[in-house]
């Protein structure tokens, strides 16, 4: 009798445990997306993309493309594949509604598209379709490059480094957007405390689960930029920011 009550507690806690696991992984896969959910319906209710840097999505795209082909030169967690493909759906729906709304409040009636090569507008184009030209692009010379590279060990390293240093960097257009601005109007506070506890739990997933050093490095400068970003919204406040002319 006591062995059996042995083995079914031992079977019970690894129930337990696995169930967690897979909470976990949910959490992790989706959870990333979830901090975008406020500032959608933020815009969408507004009609306005003001007050919010599309250059977030920049970072996402850029580093979670990065991340894809890092996976294939050094296997980490399929959890976290999946989260950067989930990422990258919610970047481009992101921006694709920052496009809509952009479009029907635009004034001039100058367009700028990908296809110019003008650095001046890089990430200012008119239409939705630019921005996925530019990730078809990026997307094709990553794929080139680690196809000829994917046996060098110094570029699988510096490609899995360059994604982590780059998503850790996440908050600073926002971060420069509210500094330019001396405001934070237009930009949903509940978005930068859902990136401050996501960040903070997927710092701890990446430690527990012996994750390569970058992904926790990674969280650790996240968590501290959210925290400048709630210093900006204390600081500034969310009225109307000041226009100069």
């Known amino acids: 009798m006591a ?10 806690s690894d129930s337990a445990w696995s169930l967690l696991s897979w909470v976990a992984s949910l959490l992790m896969i989706f959870g990333g997306a979830a901090p975008y959910i406020p500032q959608y319906r933020d815009i969408q209710k507004s009609g306005s993309a003001e ?7 920049l970072v996402m795209l850029v580093a979670n493309i990065l991340r894809l082909f890092f996976w294939f030169g050094k296997h980490f967690e399929v959890t976290l594949l999946w989260q950067s493909i989930v ?7 992101l921006l694709h509604l920052c496009c809509t709304v952009q479009r029907s409040s635009r004034m001039s009636t100058s367009r700028h598209f990908f296809t110019d090569f003008d650095p001046r507008y890089f990430w200012a184009w008119s239409r939705f379709l630019d921005y996925l ?8 010379l990553c794929l080139l490059l680690t196809y000829l590279l994917i046996d060098s060990q110094l570029y699988v390293e510096t490609l899995g480094f360059s994604a982590v ?11 420069f957007q509210n500094f330019k601005n001396k405001s934070t109007a237009g930009m949903s506070v509940k978005m930068v405390l859902l990136w401050t506890l996501g960040d903070i739990f997927k710092t701890a ?3 527990i689960n012996a994750t390569p050093v970058q992904f926790w490095i990674c969280g650790t400068v996240q968590i501290c930029i959210d925290i400048a970003i709630f210093f900006q919204v204390f600081t500034y406040g969310q009225g109307e920011h000041e226009k100069y002319m």
């Open 133 to 140: 030209q530019f990730c078809l692009t990026f997307t094709v």
């Open 51 to 57: 007050g919010f840097s599309t250059h977030v999505c």
């Open 3 to 12: 062995e059996s009550h042995s083995f079914l507690s031992e079977l019970g």
């Open 87 to 93: 990422l990258i759906i919610t970047m481009l729906a």
């Open 165 to 175: 240093l780059i998503e850790a960097m996440l908050g600073m257009p926002q971060l």
């Open 205 to 207: 997933y990446f430690i």
